[in-house]
């Protein structure tokens, strides 16, 4: 793998003033450069800001929050390819055959990126993730030691 796809979980955990100590700990240590998003956190943020009435007065704050995420990982923010979507299709099929239920969507493409990109998956969402196929790193209990992260390979 070589670096880390961020869920939205672990965004608003590192965020928040009393957010996990774990997860703080995880973000001291690993390359900044080498984290990633999902464009799907950025519109978790847009539902979650357009579900806001207008009038509510953390309205701003959540837009400021948003903006300042998307010029912090400006350069690193993964869109939805041809090749995720047809990787999620055949995993989410693959899961609701093998589980019997049809897995979450907005997790199952995180998963899908994930492996396309050739990276973790950061998310505490682990019974959700468990049958994508995705290596998925939860660091409110995981050891980063247990997830190695290979030189960028040159094009």
């Known amino acids: ?10 965004i608003a955990s590192l965020i928040a003033p009393n ?3 774990s997860v703080k700990a995880w973000a001291r ?3 900044e450069r080498r984290l990633f998003l999902s464009v799907l956190t950025l519109a978790e943020y847009d539902k979650g800001i357009a579900n806001l009435d207008g009038d509510d007065p953390n309205v701003q704050r959540h837009i400021a929050a948003r ?3 998307e ?5 690193r923010i993964l869109s ?15 899961v609701k ?4 239920h049809p897995p979450p969507v907005i997790d199952t493409l995180l998963a899908a990126t994930a492996i396309e990109a050739d990276l973790y998956l950061v998310s505490r969402n682990t019974k959700d993730l468990q049958h994508s196929g995705a290596a998925v790193f ?6 980063i030691g247990a997830f190695p992260i290979q030189p960028r390979r040159r094009k």
């Open 67 to 69: 903006d300042a995420l």
């Open 29 to 31: 240590v690993v390359d």
């Open 138 to 143: 939860d660091p409110w209990r995981d050891d």
């Open 71 to 75: 010029a912090r990982f400006n350069g």
């Open 97 to 100: 055959r093998e589980t019997g």
């Open 19 to 21: 957010g996990a100590p």
């Open 1 to 10: 793998m070589i670096g880390w796809l961020v869920d939205t979980n672990v």
């Open 80 to 94: 939805l390819s041809d090749a995720i979507v047809r990787r999620w299709g055949a995993m989410s099929g693959r």
